[in-house]
């Protein structure tokens, strides 16, 4: 069997789409998701996508785990999740904004209270709004495409921008509204959960102590642990250990890497390492997961 590769994937990949309005390499705007040439094969996504399906259906695996997107569904994925096998309903119809990683990260890196989107985005990729919820994302996304098309406009990628931060504003009120009543409270520490999870995503494939996160980030594994659990009722031991779950999980379904390689490639000091590791947070040996 030939063996497989992840490879990545980013927005200059998107602009040979037809009917596409984008800018640089930071925002890619497109309504014709059904016709745009995306392999199935497993990707690992470089950019941040959200997308609000109007018509029809589709049906793709993030992360090894199946995902049904219906009308009225809005989808939301970050950077560094793994897709594939995306099969849309040739009736598909979507309002698509997708966004390079940089520019997302540099227009919300001042903003202290989106934690709530953040830590919805990581758990719940899907999320069905009402018809207001509908015309108000519809709205932004229209506002936004023809800001993208008054290309003689002086300040359009900051009005964009500003736009965009208006937007996940709105989409934070969503989710704020579907949380538990009991979980509407003040996010304290949202700004460090925030930078946490973008350093994690980075490294933990290389780093899993929580003490070398506490001092990237200059602060205490005590007061990083409290902050991080209060805001997302996870510690950051439980982060770490749930996104190497995932990452394990991918490339045992995704690729022909045997265990020694997949260990080296995440820094488990061997093999054995590596199963008791699977089997305690999967319930079964790797070999067992790859077969089933």
Known sequence: MEKQKIVETNLQNTKHWQNI?????????????????IPKEAKRMNFILIALCQEGHAVCSIDT???????GDLIMISDRHIVERFVPSADLKAQCIMLSKDFYYEFMKDITDMSSLLLFSLNNHVVSLTESEMTT???????????????????????????LLAMFYDLSDLVYHTRKPTEHRVLRGSQLFTQFIHLLEANFRSERRVSWYAEQLCITPKYLS???????????????????????????????????????????????????????????????????
């Open 21 to 37: 309005h984008f800018f640089d390499d930071d925002i890619v705007l497109s309504e014709e998701i059904a016709e745009a040439p």
């Open 65 to 71: 785990q199946e995902v049904t997107v219906n009308p």
């Open 137 to 163: 994302f519809s709205n932004y996304y229209n506002f936004i495409k023809g800001k993208l098309e008054n290309k003689g406009h002086h300040y359009r990628k900051k009005l964009v921008s500003t736009l």
């Open 226 to 292: 409290e902050a991080i659990k209060k805001v997302s009722k996870r510690t950051p031991y439980e982060w770490i250990n749930s996104y190497v779950t995932r990452e394990l999980r991918v490339l045992l379904k995704n690729t022909n890497m045997n265990i020694k390689e997949i260990a080296e490639a995440l820094n488990f000091p061997n093999q054995s390492f590596l199963g008791k590791f699977f089997k305690e947070h999967v319930g079964m040996s790797p070999s067992e997961y790859r077969r089933s």
